[in-house]
């Protein structure tokens, strides 16, 4: 089940829970205060939190993420992202169903989608090639990354 995030508990619990690549990844991004620093980047931005079961079979979050609109807007810009608990493998088949469906609503609306990922992020980064996301060119003049962080990208073909 997808929803939109209504309660920051569900976002701690992801955060508490999170795949060691994504946690690798804040880590690196903004230090030892990661949770504090993400809690604070998602207020007031559209979450959305994918809910299925644990290791107990308890329904949990398992994951959240969303696309956010840059530059403005009229702008047909998205940075996407995603983090995940270790529990998404347990709920594989609905994730992968929840992100096709959302990826493609996405797609009708931006023209570009975009972000970075963490060097040691090996499994994300491979589905999301799969997913038609980009690494070979380099990154857009302007951006800034932190070492270690490479950008990807996706363009699409909105309708307006």
């Known amino acids: ?3 939109k995030m209504t309660n920051i508990n569900d976002a701690l619990y992801i955060l508490n829970n999170l795949r060691n ?16 620093k993400t809690i604070k980047s998602l207020k007031g931005k559209d979450v959305l939190i994918l809910y299925g079961f644990n290791d107990e079979g308890n329904f949990v979050p398992v994951s959240m993420g969303g696309f956010v609109q840059m530059f403005g807007q009229n702008s047909l810009i998205a ?3 995603l983090l995940s608990t270790n529990y998404i493998y347990k709920n594989k088949k609905m994730f992968v169903t929840e992100l096709l469906k959302q990826l493609e609503q996405a797609s ?10 963490y ?6 980064k491979k589905w999301l090639k799969k997913l038609g996301f980009n690494f070979n060119n380099p990154k857009p003049e302007g951006l ?3 070492e270690g962080f490479e950008f990807f990208y996706k363009r699409n073909n909105p309708v307006n």
């Open 1 to 3: 089940m997808l929803k």
């Open 79 to 81: 940075c996407v992202w």
């Open 21 to 36: 690549e994504d946690e690798l990844e804040l880590k690196a991004l903004w230090g030892n205060k990661w949770i504090e």
């Open 119 to 124: 060097k040691s992020n090996y499994k994300a």
């Open 108 to 117: 009708y609306k931006y023209e570009i989608m975009y972000n970075y990922i």
């Open 144 to 146: 800034n990354l932190e």
